[in-house]
C-alpha cells in the first residue's frame, strides 16, 4: 500500500511539474504598457491627468520585431503607427497627445497579431 501511495505521489509532482513548465516556456514576448510620462522611468499606469504627457511603451524581450501601435479614442476614433522597428531589449515610447477625458484603449501588433492592450482614463 506504501507503494501505491509513493507512486501516486510522484505522479502528482510529475503532473504538477509538467503543468508548470509550458508556463515559464511561453513566457510573454513582449512588454507593453501606458505611463502618464515619457521617459524611460514612467511607471505604468491607468488614469492620467488631462494635461500630462502620455506615453505607449513597448519592449521586445526575444526578437528584433515591427510592430504597430494604436489608440482608441473616446470618441471611438482610432490612430495607428505602423511599421515601428523594436530591437530585442530596448524600451520605445510612442507619444500619446490626446487629452480628450474618458477611457483610452492602445493595442500593440506584432505580424498583424494583437501581443497586447491597456486601457487607461485621462481625466477631467
Known amino acids: 500500500m506504501k507503494a501505491v501511495k509513493a507512486l501516486v505521489a510522484t505522479m502528482v ?7 508548470a513548465a509550458p508556463a ?4 510573454a514576448a513582449f512588454k507593453h504598457y501606458v505611463a502618464c510620462g ?7 499606469s491607468h ?3 488631462k494635461g ?5 511603451f513597448f519592449k521586445s524581450l526575444n526578437a528584433e ?9 473616446p470618441s471611438g476614433k482610432n490612430l495607428c503607427a505602423k511599421a515601428q522597428k523594436a530591437e530585442r531589449g530596448t524600451l520605445y515610447v ?8 474618458g ?7 506584432v505580424n498583424n497579431k494583437r501581443v497586447g492592450s491597456f486601457i487607461f482614463t485621462v481625466k477631467r
Do not use: D, E, M, Q
Not at 38 to 44: D, E, F, R, V
Not at 94 to 101: A, F, L, R
Open 13 to 19: 509532482a510529475a503532473g504538477l511539474l509538467a503543468s
Open 24 to 27: 515559464t516556456a511561453g513566457a
Open 38 to 44: 515619457i521617459s524611460k522611468n514612467a511607471h505604468p
Open 47 to 49: 488614469v492620467c491627468p
Open 52 to 56: 500630462s504627457k502620455k506615453g505607449a
Open 65 to 73: 520585431v515591427s510592430y504597430s501601435v494604436c489608440v482608441k479614442f
Open 94 to 101: 510612442n507619444k500619446i497627445t490626446s487629452n480628450i477625458p
Open 103 to 109: 477611457r483610452h484603449k492602445v493595442t500593440w501588433f
